[in-house]
C-alpha cells in the first residue's frame, strides 16, 4: 500500500541521516564547514594541517548527529509521550526502555519521511551527481527541515528566543529566523506539547486510582497498596480501548 511503497525506497533511511547532517552543517557558516566534507591532505604541510583540522571537524560533526536526531525532529514529543503511558499504566519498567525508544525511534522515521524523501530528492541525490555545488546542497537540504520545525513551533516560544538574541535586525517573516534561534524554539514548543498530551492521558487513569484508593478507605483495608488493587484495571481499561492505537493515532495526527 501506499504506506508501505514509501519504505521500500533504500535510500530513505539514509537522505533523512544525511539531511540532519547536511542541516547541521547549514547552521554555521556554510563555507567553512561544507569544507570539512574534503579529505584531501595536499602536499604540503600547511594544507596537510588543514585538512587534518577539516577532519577532526567532520568526525565532531559526526559525532552530534544523535543529538540532531533527538532535537530537531519528531522524535522527542514521542518518546516523550510513550514514557507518559508507561508511567500513567504504573508497569514500572514495561515496555522497557528499549521498546520505548525503538518504537519513537522508528515513528519518528515514519513522520519524517515526507520530509528527508524532499531532502534526498533535492539535496542529496543532486549533490552526490555532481549537479550542485556543496553550498547549494546544504541550503536545499536545511529548507525542508526548517519548514518542519517552524510548522510545529509556537509563535510565543520563537518570539522568546528572538528577543533574548538582540538581532540588529527583527525578522520580518518566519524564514528570516536563524536556524540557531529557531531550533531551541522548537524543542521547547515540543516538549510543552508532549506534556500536554501527556497530562490528558494521566487523568483517566487518575480517576481509577482515586475510585479503588477511596473503596479501600471505605473498606478499612489501609494497609493494602491501591496501586496493587488499581493496576489490573488500568490495565484492562487500556486493552479494552485499544489504548496503543489511541495514543498512536494522536501522537502521529498532532504533527499535522
Request: overall charge neutral.
Amino acid at each position: 500500500m501506499q504506506i508501505s511503497c514509501k519504505w521500500r525506497n533504500p535510500a530513505l533511511i539514509a537522505g533523512g541521516v544525511a539531511a540532519l547532517i547536511l542541516c547541521f552543517l547549514a547552521i554555521g557558516e556554510r563555507s567553512a564547514l561544507g569544507a570539512a566534507l574534503s579529505l584531501d591532505l595536499g602536499n604540503n604541510p600547511g594544507e596537510q594541517t588543514s585538512a587534518s583540522l577539516q577532519l577532526l571537524l567532520l568526525l565532531t560533526v559526526l559525532s552530534l548527529a544523535p543529538g540532531i536526531l533527538v532535537l530537531m525532529t519528531s522524535f522527542t514529543r514521542t518518546v516523550i509521550i510513550l514514557s507518559f503511558v508507561r508511567n500513567a499504566l504504573g508497569t514500572q519498567q514495561l515496555p522497557p526502555n528499549q521498546v520505548i525508544v525503538g518504537l519513537a525511534l522508528f515513528l519518528t522515521f515514519f513522520v519524517m519521511a515526507p520530509t528527508w524523501n524532499q531532502v534526498n530528492t533535492e539535496a542529496l541525490q543532486p549533490y552526490l551527481q555532481n549537479t550542485i555545488s556543496q553550498t547549494e546542497a546544504l541550503s536545499r537540504a536545511e529548507t525542508p527541515m526548517r519548514e518542519f520545525m517552524i510548522k510545529q513551533t509556537r509563535t510565543k516560544d520563537l518570539e522568546l528566543f528572538v528577543s533574548m538574541a538582540k538581532l540588529e535586525q527583527q525578522p520580518a517573516t518566519y524564514r528570516d529566523v536563524p536556524t540557531y534561534i529557531l531550533i531551541p524554539s522548537f524543542v521547547i514548543s515540543e516538549l510543552k506539547t508532549a506534556f500536554q498530551m501527556g497530562f490528558a492521558i494521566f487523568i483517566p487513569f487518575i480517576i481509577i486510582d482515586m475510585i479503588v484508593s477511596s473503596v479501600l478507605m471505605s473498606m478499612g483495608m489501609m494497609m493494602l497498596p491501591p496501586m496493587m488493587i488499581s493496576l489490573p484495571f488500568k490495565l484492562l481499561l487500556f486493552v479494552l480501548v485499544d489504548g496503543w492505537h489511541l495514543v498512536i493515532q494522536s501522537l502521529l495526527n498532532s504533527f499535522h
